[in-house]
């Protein structure tokens, strides 16, 4: 099945820093979504991207399909940006389900 | 009020019991999954269903079974077969099982089994 890796696996800055969250997967995708879970658990869109750029105020996402992988940016973060932050694909060639990576665990200190 | 409703938040049941965990939503959504997240790890794919009356295993539909007589409800069973049931489970709904919409999930029930 398709491999969704996300990169740095853990990540600490302060407050107002930028970070650049890394996601790599290994086949051709129908769906891209970027979730931010919260410390109660709960996923929150963040992007449905499977090409293109987007942003939504300080936080924007790159996806470059034809070299399977997307980029989420968030800039000037604040102490709520913390989480874990996942991306999750659908195949194109297959059934309609989201893989998950592993994510990525930010944690800004004030 | 438009969502998804996942009850209960924190469950809590004793070895060799089955339970059963409610996803219920008035999005109109055709499709509906159960995923289940364990300490430190990404989301896994229970079981899934794209229309009424019909649903396919994910990746680690052992132990589980489901339902869907409902468009609106999509019920998981935790069976006394599943070997390590305590873990966050989290539903989802999909506007059709179709590529190109997005997912969008509930706000999870915590199972803890002893």
């Known amino acids: 099945g398709i491999q969704v890796e996300q990169s740095p696996p853990d990540l600490i800055l302060q407050e107002g820093a930028n970070s650049t969250l890394r996601c790599n997967f290994s086949d051709s995708v129908n769906n891209l979504q970027w979730f931010h879970q919260n410390p109660w658990g709960q996923l929150i869109n963040l992007f449905y991207?499977?090409?293109g750029t987007k942003q939504n105020g300080r936080l924007s996402a790159t996806t470059v399909a034809t070299e399977r992988y997307s980029l989420l940016y968030i800039s000037s973060s604040q102490t709520t940006d913390s989480g874990v932050y996942f991306c999750a694909v659908e195949r194109r060639q297959g059934a309609q389900k989201l893989v998950f990576g592993q994510g990525t665990r930010l944690t800004i200190n004030p | 009020d438009g969502g998804i409703t996942q009850s209960p938040k924190y469950l809590f049941r004793k070895e060799g019991q089955n339970v059963t965990l409610s996803c219920e939503q008035n999005l109109n959504h055709d499709a509906m999954y159960w995923y289940r997240q364990d300490p430190g790890q990404g989301l896994r794919l229970i079981y899934y269903?794209?229309?009424?009356?019909?649903?396919q295993k994910g990746d680690i539909a052992e132990g589980y079974s489901v339902s869907r007589e409902k468009k609106e409800s999509f019920p998981l069973t935790v069976t006394s077969a599943q070997k390590n049931p305590t873990a966050f489970y989290l539903c989802a709904t999909q506007r059709a099982g179709l590529a190109g919409y997005e997912q969008y999930f509930g706000p999870g029930t915590r199972l803890t089994v002893t």
């Open positions: 269903s794209q229309i009424v009356n019909d649903f």
């Open positions: 991207i499977p090409s």
